[in-house]
T-cell receptor
Framework: DTGVSQDPRHKITKRGQNVTFRCDPI?????LYWYRQTLGQGPEFLTY????????KSRLLSDRFSAERPKGSFSTLEIQRTEQGDSAMYLC????????????FGPGTRLTVL | KQEVTQIPAALSVPEGENLVLNCSFT??????LQWFRQDPGKGLTSLLL?????REQTSGRLNASLDKSSGRSTLYIAASQPGDSATYLC?????????FGKGNQVVVIP
């Protein structure tokens, strides 16, 4: 257990539905990251927050994706109008917030879009 | 754009043999390099973190080296055990995020 938690662990949804995932980072960590991992691939960066500010978004993050980190604590990732191509493991990580700091990952949320 | 390559993609070794996993990256301007372990369907467990100014890190049976100028890192696992069976991922931090390779899938045969 790294101290980073994610909820839910598994989500099955039908195409077109909206889904929301939650990540609770290690409490003193200022930075929070979202990654997506598909089968047989390494995780790919989606976005990251420094406290409550979303500082960067990958081109992978289409307009259907939105992430928030209110008050710089937990974060949510919402996918609207899900597509089958959104099926993946969504991983959250946190770090102390300076360059060269180790990232600690949560257990992930496995999304299946039918 | 940082590209990370891990070779071999998959390998099987008998129990007791030493494991050598290779990682290469294209942009040497990095803050650090991390090695992770991932079990099927699970999240990532950090194994070792090497800062850009360091040459190697050791933790128990694990040793990782870093040659930043040539864009290479190697993870050594001594005296492999069946419990070492997993996918090992190399990731470099160079721009406020990690860039990952596809991983080395390892099976240790009892």
């Amino acid at each position: 257990d790294t101290g980073v938690s994610q909820d839910p662990r598994h989500k099955i949804t039908k195409r077109g539905q909206n889904v929301t995932f939650r990540c609770d980072p290690i409490s003193e960590h200022n930075r929070l990251y979202w990654y997506r991992q598909t089968l047989g691939q390494g995780p790919e960066f989606l976005t990251y927050f420094q406290n409550e500010a979303q500082l960067e978004k990958s081109r992978l993050l289409s307009d259907r994706f939105s992430a928030e980190r209110p008050k710089g604590s937990f974060s949510t990732l919402e996918i609207q109008r899900t597509e089958q191509g959104d099926s993946a493991m969504y991983l959250c990580a946190s770090s102390l917030g300076r360059e060269s700091q180790e990232e600690f990952f949560g257990p992930g949320t496995r999304l299946t879009v039918l | 754009k940082q590209e990370v390559t891990q070779i071999p993609a998959a390998l099987s070794v008998p129990e007791g043999e030493n494991l050598v996993l290779n990682c290469s990256f294209t942009d040497s301007a990095i803050y650090n390099l991390q090695w992770f372990r991932q079990d099927p369907g699970k999240g990532l467990t950090s194994l070792l973190l090497i800062q850009s100014s360091q040459r190697e890190q050791t933790s128990g049976r694990l040793n990782a080296s870093l040659d930043k100028s040539s864009g290479r890192s190697t993870l050594y696992i001594a005296a492999s055990q069946p419990g070492d069976s997993a996918t090992y991922l190399c990731a470099v931090d160079g721009n406020n995020r990690l860039a990952f390779g596809k991983g080395n899938q390892v099976v240790v045969i009892p």
